[in-house]
């Protein structure tokens, strides 16, 4: 099994080796800073750093030769999803999308937008396994984005380390070969080789009692640092969200409290 990068400076090391230029190793760094600034204290469900993670799903992708843009956009690929820009609202707008292309530029802004879009589950899958000829450039290399994180999320056996790791399981053991052949369709078959090993060791690993899950969350968050400091709008608007869902929810509970306490109608004669 190969090795793969976790670390920015394993990740520039592997470019420089793979004999990407000095102008596009400038490039990544721009785009890791971008990332090390909007994953900060972002982590997997398993545990793992976020940054990690994507510098992993990059460093595959670099491993396959593909163009940089397709190593930056594995570097950057759930920002939309996961990413804090400070708005305190996960997903795309056009803001974001601007502020993206003026560090990656819009070919790879592309990318990630698309990624975003790509729902990830059974549904979705066996239906890009049915129309993949179909797909244009674009979508098969977020599709190879996609496999390529599944990857980096089995490599090392993170999905055991999920509370919902029987689900994770579950979803290897239904989709994995479905997912090793799109692999080698789309023309990976290293990428699919590697699936096709790391699968199975993910299916049937037990994790031992002791080492329960690192979270009850199911998917990644947030740790801030204790002198962290949310803007007061911010954590203003947080809070007023939370008043009016609360107070929706006691009107709610009221509303059917007064309906249990109605008298039955009697039945006419």
């Not at 999320?153 to 919902?164: A, E, R, T």
């Not at 969200?241 to 009697?266: A, E, M, T």
Request: glycine share 4%; aromatic share 10%; hydrophobic share 40%.
């Amino acid at each position: 099994m190969h090795s793969y990068a976790q670390t920015y400076i394993q990740l520039l090391n592997q470019l420089k080796e793979n004999g990407y230029s000095k102008e596009e190793l400038v490039r990544v760094k721009n785009s890791y800073q971008m990332a090390a600034e909007l994953f900060a204290g972002c982590y997997r469900p398993s545990g793992k750093t976020f940054i990690a993670h994507v510098v992993g799903t990059a460093s595959i992708l670099a491993s396959l030769a593909v163009s940089l843009e397709i190593v930056i956009a594995g570097l950057l690929h759930s920002i939309y999803a996961e990413a804090d820009f400070g708005s305190g609202k996960q997903g795309i707008s056009n803001t974001k999308r601007e502020q993206v292309k003026a560090v990656v530029g819009k070919e790879v802004e592309e990318y990630l937008c698309r990624y975003a879009a790509l729902q990830w589950n059974a549904k979705t899958i066996l239906s890009l396994r049915d129309r993949l000829h179909c797909l244009d450039q674009i979508d098969r290399n977020v599709l190879l984005i996609r496999l390529a994180d599944q990857l980096e999320d089995s490599l090392d056996l993170g999905i055991l380390y999920c509370s919902n790791r029987k689900d994770r399981q579950q979803f290897l053991q239904d989709m994995g070969d479905i997912m090793v052949a799109m692999a080698q369709e789309i023309g990976f078959p290293t990428l699919a080789t590697e699936l096709e090993a790391v699968f199975p060791e993910n299916i049937l690993a037990e994790l031992p009692e002791e080492l329960s899950p690192y979270s009850q969350y199911k998917d990644s968050f947030f740790i801030a640092p204790k002198s962290y400091q949310k803007k007061i709008w911010l954590a203003a608007y947080e809070e007023l969200n939370h008043s009016l869902s609360y107070g929706q929810s006691i009107i709610y509970r009221l509303k059917r409290k007064l309906r249990s306490l109605q008298p039955f109608k009697k039945i006419a004669s």
